[in-house]
């Protein structure tokens, strides 16, 4: 048995057996590699596959963070503006309570020049529906007004009231623009694409009116003013003032703070231009007097010392002097030779007031300044408490105290002589008022200027103009134009909340028959008419408003 299996064993005779077997096994080991490099070929292909998944993974939990962190700033901002609206209503229903708009705070009252019409706040862009105008924001006052049988109301008749157990006679209304559009006949009206001018069909036409230029901004259009030279319109928005060309409507300049804090509003409330029309003056929010170097857009001086917001500016003609009003119920005049703050003068240092009416000085916020355009001696400032004062500029005593509007005065402007000024008031009438000759004397006389000088309390306006449908926001002198065969006009301009601008005829006397001092009414504006300024040099005007635009508007003899 053992000798039959032999022939099994390798045959070393000529090695057929163990080559075979040497062949099978390389063939063998041949696949097993093939096998394992396949295997590392799909690994590869696997762990690329999973960073690929895990840098997915990365980039969808960070936009998943983005957009929690998105929304928990959407949801505390809407908590924030939630709660600030609820304090806002309860205050507004306390003062509903305790006699109504009077009884604001001072600097809140001014602030709602801008706001009164934004809604409810909630999670959609309610600040582009209220500067746009849409009417589905307007305030339960505007549509209280739209509704009313008798759209433009007629100041109603002379009514006596006692005064010191004394009963005397109201002054007249001088001028009532009872213009309704829709009653006006075609031959008197004047369309643009998106405005309308209504004359006066009681008036001779004296003026034609049309649109210049439009000047779109990025927010609300807070103020303009024209250079000495009329070549050029400064305008004040959220955070910068800019300049443009009149000409040509192209902006040269844009002048912006670059060291303020970035986050909230800050609203440039007055622009002004130095006589020379190299400086531009800026008054903001932030309680600071900023002088600009136009050509460098530089700040040459930033002036502090308001308490609150800085909502009027006015520059000297001679260069030498600007005047700030504030809501902390001052003026102060800013001398450019030391650069410092020369005179305050403090509407609570008004010796005519009455003792004991502390109550009101508290609500006295200066709204609007304007300088004599004559000598610049004396600066004129309305406040909200109803009055417009008088100051000397060279001593800070008050002059004289024109008192007659019956709610906050908003706007101030002299007269081209200087012997006159005009008041726009949130009673939605304008005043003329005539510097006492007394004072005109003073100011004039170096003799009297070292005497002692009462202050004068003047009731008597020379004119008062009614029909604005909301609150009288800006107004201001038109420089005297000479027609032919007429006398020469002067034109008292006025900007209203209610949308419009009117022309009224300045030089024209009460002859029984108010309604013929208007002129025209220009609806120009989606929203609010803020802020309106004259060309010095005639024929121009310009607006600016809540709904984003400035407007150049050109007018000349019919």
């Known amino acids: 048995m053992y000798n039959g299996h032999r022939h099994m064993l390798p045959n070393n005779g000529n090695g057929n057996m163990k080559s075979n077997q040497n062949i099978k096994f390389y063939e063998i080991m041949e696949l097993a590699r093939n096998e394992f490099n396949k295997i590392l070929q799909e690994r590869d292909q696997y762990q690329s596959q999973l960073k690929d998944y895990e840098a997915k993974i990365n980039a969808q939990e960070d936009e998943l963070m983005k957009m929690r962190e998105i929304l928990n700033q959407f949801e505390n901002k809407h908590l924030e503006m939630e709660r600030q609206y609820k304090q806002e209503i309860?205050?507004?229903?306390?003062?509903?309570?305790?006699?109504?708009?009077?009884?604001?705070?001072?600097?809140?009252?001014?602030?709602?020049?801008?706001?009164?019409n934004v809604p409810p706040p909630n999670l959609s862009?309610?600040?582009?529906?209220?500067?746009?105008?849409?009417?589905?924001?307007?305030?339960?006052?505007?549509?209280?007004?739209?509704?009313?049988?008798?759209?433009?109301?007629?100041?109603?008749?002379?009514?006596?009231?006692?005064?010191?157990?004394?009963?005397?006679?109201?002054?007249?209304?001088?001028?009532v623009c009872n213009l309704d559009p829709d009653k006006i006949p075609r031959e008197y009206k004047r369309e643009g694409q998106d405005w309308l001018v209504v004359y006066n069909p009681k008036a001779p036409r004296l003026l034609n009116v049309e649109l210049y230029h439009n000047l779109e901004h990025d927010?609300?259009?807070?103020?303009?003013?024209?250079?000495?030279?009329?070549?050029?319109?400064?305008?004040?928005?959220?955070?910068?003032?800019?300049?443009?060309?009149?000409?040509?409507?192209?902006?040269?300049?844009?002048?912006?703070?670059?060291?303020?804090?970035?986050?909230?509003?800050l609203y440039i409330r007055s622009v002004c231009f130095s006589p020379c029309g190299r400086y531009l003056?800026?008054?903001?929010?932030?309680?600071?007097?900023?002088?600009?170097?136009?050509?460098?857009?530089?700040i040459l001086y930033n002036w502090e010392g308001h308490d609150q917001d800085i909502y009027s500016l006015d520059w000297s003609k001679d260069g030498k002097t600007i005047v700030s009003g504030?809501?902390?119920?001052?003026?102060?005049?800013?001398?450019?030779?030391?650069?410092?703050?020369?005179?305050?003068?403090?509407?609570?240092?008004?010796?005519?007031?009455?003792?004991?009416?502390?109550?009101?000085?508290?609500?006295?916020?200066?709204?609007?300044?304007?300088?004599?355009?004559?000598?610049?001696?004396?600066?004129?400032?309305?406040?909200?408490?109803?009055?417009?004062?008088?100051?000397?500029?060279?001593?800070?005593?008050?002059?004289?105290?024109?008192?007659?509007?019956?709610?906050?005065?908003?706007?101030?402007?002299?007269?081209?002589?200087?012997?006159?000024?005009?008041?726009?008031?949130?009673?939605?009438?304008?005043?003329?008022?005539?510097?006492?000759?007394?004072?005109?004397?003073?100011?004039?006389?170096?003799?009297?200027?070292?005497?002692?000088?009462?202050?004068?309390?003047?009731?008597?306006?020379?004119?008062?103009?009614?029909?604005?449908?909301?609150?009288?926001?800006?107004?201001?002198?038109?420089?005297?134009?000479?027609?032919?065969?007429?006398?020469?006009n002067e034109w008292v301009v006025s900007g209203s909340k209610d949308r419009t601008v009117t022309f009224w005829n300045a030089n024209q006397v009460y002859n029984g028959d108010p309604t013929t001092v208007a002129q025209f009414m220009l609806q120009g504006h989606n929203n609010s008419v803020i802020s309106i300024a004259l060309s010095p040099i005639g024929g121009m005007f310009a607006t600016g408003s809540g709904d984003r635009k400035a407007r150049i508007w050109r007018y000349t003899s019919a």
């Open 90 to 116: 309860k205050k507004l229903k306390m003062d509903l309570e305790n006699g109504g708009i009077s009884n604001m705070n001072g600097d809140m009252r001014i602030r709602n020049r801008f706001n009164e």
């Open 125 to 175: 862009n309610n600040r582009d529906g209220y500067m746009n105008g849409n009417p589905q924001n307007e305030s339960p006052r505007q549509k209280q007004i739209k509704n009313e049988d008798n759209y433009y109301r007629q100041q109603p008749p002379p009514m006596a009231m006692r005064q010191n157990n004394k009963i005397i006679q109201e002054q007249p209304v001088t001028g």
């Open 219 to 265: 927010s609300v259009v807070c103020c303009v003013k024209f250079s000495s030279d009329g070549k050029y319109l400064a305008t004040g928005c959220n955070r910068v003032s800019q300049i443009f060309d009149v000409a040509s409507c192209t902006k040269v300049c844009e002048l912006v703070e670059k060291t303020t804090q970035k986050e909230g509003d």
């Open 281 to 298: 003056a800026t008054g903001a929010e932030d309680k600071i007097v900023r002088v600009w170097d136009i050509k460098k857009k530089q």
């Open 326 to 488: 504030s809501g902390d119920r001052t003026v102060k005049v800013w001398n450019l030779d030391t650069k410092s703050c020369t005179l305050t003068m403090k509407n609570e240092n008004d010796p005519t007031m009455p003792i004991g009416n502390d109550n009101q000085m508290k609500d006295s916020g200066v709204t609007s300044v304007a300088i004599s355009p004559i000598d610049g001696l004396c600066v004129a400032a309305g406040s909200l408490d109803k009055i417009v004062r008088l100051w000397d500029t060279r001593t800070g005593k008050l002059l004289e105290r024109f008192d007659g509007h019956t709610d906050s005065v908003y706007s101030v402007a002299f007269s081209n002589d200087g012997k006159s000024i005009v008041s726009g008031s949130l009673d939605k009438t304008l005043k003329i008022w005539d510097i006492s000759p007394q004072t005109l004397q003073y100011l004039r006389s170096e003799e009297i200027r070292d005497k002692n000088f009462e202050p004068i309390i003047n009731k008597n306006c020379r004119h008062t103009f009614t029909g604005h449908r909301d609150f009288v926001l800006s107004v201001g002198f038109s420089s005297s134009q000479q027609y032919e065969n007429r006398e020469s």
